[in-house]
């Protein structure tokens, strides 16, 4: 890929974020200055191409694509606002799961009420109660309680996606106690339908009284079967 390519590739990335953190901000999913979205970015010739993040304090429905903060691969900023605090914690989520492009984080109100009323397992907020939830989410994992922007979170963060990927059913979320999740994918789009998924899961399951069982293992293993489930 050349230079003018990949400059090419990170005005449509600028472009799709801005698309993005718009489409969550009216549809409810982030609300005030809370939330932040970061892509990875493709190199030129084997270097490593650094990522473009939301700026901190940035309102995810009024982005500018040219103030989205752009750092290096080693985390220096290059340009742009000031990058969002939690650029440390994208960074653990990008080393921790190669095929991660984009990492999205809000505070849903479903899922942060779900953790506040309490979730269904710590090895999993949510049991496998919908088709598209198993298939489109997978295994979510609380991560206990830290401050914004603690590295501690961020090295749990890492260690909850390498102990999923070594028992063989990679993660692509993970929950935050009392703050929202943190979602993963191959792009901006396919990142926040998974975001979707799980809140829109959260809120079945906090308001269906009384709570609905979990799938069969047997309707779980159709889902693996033929759809490549992750679990």
């Known amino acids: 890929m050349s230079a003018t390519d990949d400059d090419e590739r990170a005005g449509w990335l600028r472009a799709e974020i801005c698309r993005v953190g718009r489409s969550l901000f ?57 990058a969002s605090k939690t650029l440390a914690l994208h960074r653990r989520i990008y080393d921790a799961a190669p095929e991660a492009h984009c990492v999205i984080h809000t505070h849903s109100t479903h899922l942060v009420a779900l953790t506040l009323a309490g979730v269904w397992a710590e090895t999993d907020i949510l049991p496998p109660i919908t088709p598209y ?35 063989g059913v990679p993660i692509r979320a993970v929950m935050l106690d009392r703050l929202g999740p943190n979602v993963w994918h191959a792009s901006p789009a396919e990142a926040m339908a998974v975001l979707e998924e799980l809140e829109e899961t959260a809120r079945l399951w906090l308001m269906t009284m009384p709570r609905p069982a979990p799938l069969p293992e047997a309707r779980l293993q159709e889902l693996r079967e033929h759809f490549g489930a992750r679990w």
């Open 26 to 82: 009216e549809r409810g999913y982030v609300h005030a200055t809370a939330g932040n979205i970061s892509v990875r970015l493709a190199g030129t010739q084997g270097q490593g191409g650094g990522y473009l993040i939301t700026p901190t304090d940035a309102c995810l429905g009024f982005l500018d694509p040219q103030r989205l903060a752009q750092v290096d691969a080693a985390g220096t900023q290059i340009s742009g606002d000031r």
């Open 133 to 167: 939830y198993v298939m489109k989410v997978g295994h979510v994992p609380l991560i206990p309680y830290h401050r914004p922007g603690d590295p501690a979170a961020a090295a749990l963060v890492a260690e909850a996606i390498g102990g999923a990927a070594g028992r």
